[in-house]
């Protein structure tokens, strides 16, 4: 079951709702008997040479919660990764490489949705059809320290993270939100900031009350690497993606609905091994991947990416 969004008023996020209306949730049961719901969100692409902004989420519940957190202590303790902090960039020693494939299984028992938007970088703002986000508009005013360019990722995390809550959550949950460290949650006040942007966005897309909605990043981690490891999973998803549409756009031929597109030949082994994982269809974890993309007639469309196992 998935909420759909009030009839107006939602631009391009109202094509996104009508996609995602129609896909089997398998996971949205176990979501709704869940008392808490946990977001973990973690963004790739911003570096040079990339051709997409990746942003990545990961909504599961509590229901779902001990089975992981079993598996992933075991797998720490089998493949003695010790306090080592697994990421797609950081798959850089043995130890890493080993925990992988086992991790990726982990995340198969959470029930729940993996989902990732992908943005070209030349699509400079999601919310206006020209330029960079205006930040003179009086409604801007409490965010002025933030360079427009950080401000819109900000807009557009804090926009999905509402807009996939809004849909999977009820009426009474409690939601708790652990973003990555980056530059949109670097310190204390932009944290503070973030959790004020969110609470703004979120109220628009709700149409039933939530009880307590907390907002951190893995910062908060209680030294077991729980949180952290638990953001891996939207870690490893986002660079594995941003990796396929890069090497895509430098062969010349680039994902869409309808057309299969084979990999190119120089991709990793870590992005081959995790993009089948995301091509998984057999697990309580959905995996949902989108794009947006300008449309001939102007605009902003989204297409849903069928990935499949290499």
């Known amino acids: 079951m998935w909420n759909r969004l009030p009839a107006t008023g939602f631009g391009v996020m109202a094509s996104l709702d009508e996609l995602v209306s129609r896909l089997p949730l398998g996971s ?3 979501l709704r008997r869940s008392d808490t719901l946990i977001v973990t969100s973690d963004y790739s692409g911003h570096h040079k040479g990339a051709t997409h902004e990746v942003y990545s989420l990961l ?42 494939v086992p991790f990726l299984d982990a995340a198969n028992l959470l029930p729940g949705v993996c989902v990732s938007v992908l943005a070209p970088k030349s699509t400079v ?67 503070a900031d973030l959790t004020n942007c969110w609470a703004t966005v979120l109220s628009n897309y709700l149409q039933h009350n939530l009880r307590h909605v907390r907002c951190g990043t893995t910062r908060c981690d209680n030294g077991t690497l729980q949180v952290e490891d638990l953001a891996s999973i939207p870690d490893l998803a986002a660079g594995s993606l941003g990796e396929m549409l890069t090497l895509c756009k430098h062969e010349g031929v680039l994902p869409t609905e309808g057309l299969l597109v084979p990999l190119p030949g120089t991709a990793s082994r870590k992005c081959r091994l995790i993009g089948s994982w995301l091509a998984d269809r057999c697990s309580q974890l959905d995996r949902m991947v989108f794009l947006f993309d300008e449309a001939p007639t102007g605009g902003l469309a989204v297409k849903q990416l069928d990935l499949h196992a290499l």
Do not use: C
Not at 66 to 92: A, Q, V
Not at 167 to 183: C, E, H, P, Y
């Open 28 to 30: 949205s049961d176990a």
């Open 59 to 100: 909504i599961t519940g509590s229901a779902g919660w001990n089975r992981w957190e079993r598996e992933r202590i075991r797998i720490r303790d089998s493949t003695e990764l010790g306090m080592r902090r697994m990421s797609f960039k950081g798959l850089n020693d043995s130890r890493k490489r080993a925990a992988l």
């Open 125 to 191: 703002s999601l919310f206006q059809s020209k330029g960079s986000v205006d930040m003179t508009k009086p409604e801007f005013a409490p965010y002025s320290r933030f360079k427009p360019a950080v401000f819109e990722r900000m807009l557009r995390v804090v926009h999905l993270v509402s807009f996939f809550v809004a849909g999977l959550s009820r009426l009474g949950q409690d939601v708790l939100w652990f973003t990555d460290a980056d530059d949109i949650a670097a310190n204390d006040a932009r944290v």
